[in-house]
């Protein structure tokens, strides 16, 4: 048994340490609702640990998150949390240029998990927020980026989970032919495109992020599908992403 009882401070700064590991990008109210330590609390500890560089705090309205200063803790700081330092500032700045909402997103067993979005930052967004989203490896065109970029052992797994999906939009999983050359085509043109059908009133372009040679995540933007066609928005997104994209291996190589 401790000898003495637990400093209550060091318990709160880790339990915020880890709330941001799990969450890479936290509001003071989602931190609030994970740690239920009081926001005047939160808020002397946030920026108790951002004058310890371990902690950022975004652009966005009261947004965290972590900065590799965190690998001096552990040296198991890797991921998302890397990735989100990497892609945050390139993603905020082409959103305010280009005003459209773009979320980047990472494997998660059987499908792909948004962990930054520029919403807060997008007048033309029609969701309030997509941290933390879900999306399909088929049928979502962040899903469908990273799954055409990872390697053939990698993809072959990831098909094979995808046909014991019960999730309607994973059904597509099940046409293996077509499958393959919507892969084989996305590779040729480097994009890829939200499968027609699936939430017709937008409309997603994605492109892969690597690390060296290896795809880590994807980056997608999302606009209004009334305003641009296919045709409009690849012609007018696509070098701008696919810059963003080399700007992000460039960052994650200097981490």
């Known amino acids: 048994m401790a000898s003495f009882a637990p400093i209550r401070a060091v318990e709160r700064a880790i339990d915020v340490l880890g709330a941001l590991n799990r969450c890479p990008v936290c509001t003071l109210d989602m931190l609030h609702r994970k740690t239920g330590i009081p926001k005047p609390t939160l808020i002397r500890l946030l920026e108790t640990l951002q ?3 371990l902690v950022t705090r975004a652009a966005q309205y009261g947004a965290y998150s972590l900065t590799c200063g965190v690998r001096q803790l552990s040296c198991g700081y890797h991921g998302a949390p890397r990735l989100v330092e990497a892609a ?11 005003k459209w909402p ?3 997103a990472v494997p998660d067993h059987d499908a792909v998990v948004i962990r930054y979005s520029t919403i807060p930052a997008s007048p033309l967004s029609l969701l309030h927020s997509s941290i933390n ?6 049928s979502r065109a962040l899903g469908r980026a990273y799954l055409a970029f990872c390697t053939a052992q990698e993809c ?3 098909l094979d989970i995808l ?6 939009e994973d059904a597509f999983a099940g046409q ?12 040729q043109q480097g994009y890829a ?7 017709p009133v937008s409309n997603t372009l994605a492109v892969p992020v690597f690390e060296g040679r290896r795809v880590v995540a994807s980056i997608g933007l999302t606009w209004i599908a009334s305003v641009l066609s296919q045709e409009q928005a690849v012609q007018k997104f696509l070098p701008p992403m696919q810059e963003m994209a080399r700007c992000i291996k460039e960052r994650l190589g200097g981490l």
């Open 176 to 187: 293996p032919r077509t499958v393959q050359a919507m892969l084989r085509q996305i590779r």
């Open 163 to 168: 046909a014991l999906s019960d999730e309607p």
């Open 193 to 199: 495109l939200r499968q027609p059908g699936v939430r």
């Open 156 to 158: 072959r797994a990831l």
């Open 102 to 104: 773009i979320a980047l």
């Open 133 to 138: 989203m879900r999306l399909s490896l088929v």
């Open 51 to 53: 004058g310890k560089g």
């Open 88 to 98: 945050m500032q390139p993603m905020d700045d082409l959103t305010r240029k280009l």
